[in-house]
């Protein structure tokens, strides 16, 4: 490479004879490993800063690699390879992290030239960052970060990060607030009565048409049962057995909350016609509603153990 171009006060800092010796050896060695100088120093500096992105594009390239061949590897297969090959880990966990960093981003991002131009050290920074808070950083603040030195873009970066967590923090809090605020503007009541009385209702409505569903194909399955004295006896007193104690336990169950639901509100609510309960449209409406849906679930359950057996 030449100086021609180079201003004197540009090359004070080297003799002539140094200058020349720095350049030979420099020539040699690129020679050696098979590299052709540039000629001009514009062609130089356009030669590093294309070098530099095409080191950012391996860097990506090794992290996709790196993470391909870790989720293709049984557990300690992949540290096991580095310690074979003598690949350093903390590098390659740094060549993850900006595979990661890309593939979190949107395609526009990745094609930014700022993060294109942006040195090794200053993208892994900026990696570390939550995928949201690169996302919220457009064309000119990705070429001020690109144009810090690197201890100050590290304070930048920790700025950001603090934000982040602030912006966290705030959310979280909100929520909280959203979550205590629909507590406490809970509805009260339902169809004109408390919210408990009214639950109580609709889904009593729906157990009752499942209960008496399954009650009346139980008592024809019984029926048939006893009708069928072909059979063999022990068999038929082994279903016997079983359906009497289903229903035994069901129906103790039953006597029990019944009787404490009298003994708290007293017999006289419960006995006669004029104590059956009066439902209003819109509760009759949900509670119908309901039940259908209980139903439907019902039937194919039903249904399919049927299939099964």
């Given at each position: 490479m030449t100086i021609k171009d180079q201003e004197p006060s540009e090359i004070q800092v080297f003799s002539a004879e140094e200058q020349q010796q720095l350049t030979s050896k420099i020539e040699t060695m690129a020679g050696q490993i098979n590299f052709v100088m540039p000629q001009s120093i514009e062609e130089a500096w356009q030669l590093v800063v294309r070098m530099e992105e095409q080191a950012l594009i391996d860097t990506a390239k090794r992290g996709l690699v790196y993470m391909s061949l870790k989720v293709n590897s049984q557990h300690g297969?992949?540290?096991?390879?580095?310690?074979?090959?003598?690949?350093?880990?903390?590098?390659?966990?740094?060549?993850?992290?900006?595979?990661k960093m890309f593939l979190s981003l949107p395609e526009s991002k990745r094609r930014t030239s700022a993060v294109l131009n942006m040195n090794k050290s200053k993208l892994i920074e900026m990696a570390r960052l939550p995928v949201e808070t690169v996302e919220a950083l457009d064309e000119d603040d990705l070429e001020t970060l690109n144009e810090l030195s690197v201890r100050e873009f590290r304070k930048e970066i920790k700025k950001l990060k603090e934000k982040q967590t602030d912006i966290e923090e705030q959310n979280a809090t909100l929520i909280n607030a959203l979550e205590n605020e629909r507590l406490h503007k809970a509805p009260k009541q339902?169809?004109?009565?408390?919210?408990?009385?009214?639950?109580?209702?609709?889904?009593?409505?729906?157990h009752s048409s499942i209960v008496n569903e399954s009650l009346e194909q139980n008592i024809s399955e019984i029926e048939a049962l006893i009708q069928q004295r072909d059979l063999d006896l022990d068999a038929r007193i082994g279903a016997a057995q079983t359906v009497y104690h289903l229903w035994l336990g069901v129906n103790l169950r039953i006597t029990k909350v019944l009787k404490?639901?009298?003994a708290e509100f007293g017999d006289e609510h419960f006995a006669g016609p004029e104590t059956l309960p009066a439902f209003s449209e819109d509760e009759w409406q949900d509670a119908q509603a309901n039940?259908?849906?209980?139903?439907?679930?019902?039937?194919d359950r039903y249904h399919t153990r049927k299939g099964d057996k």
């Open positions: 297969e992949f540290e096991n390879k580095l310690r074979d090959y003598s690949l350093a880990p903390r590098t390659v966990r740094e060549s993850m992290t900006v595979a339902m169809y004109g009565i408390p919210t408990l009385c009214a639950q109580v209702r609709k889904e009593a409505f729906a404490s639901v009298v039940r259908e849906f209980m139903m439907a679930q019902y039937s």
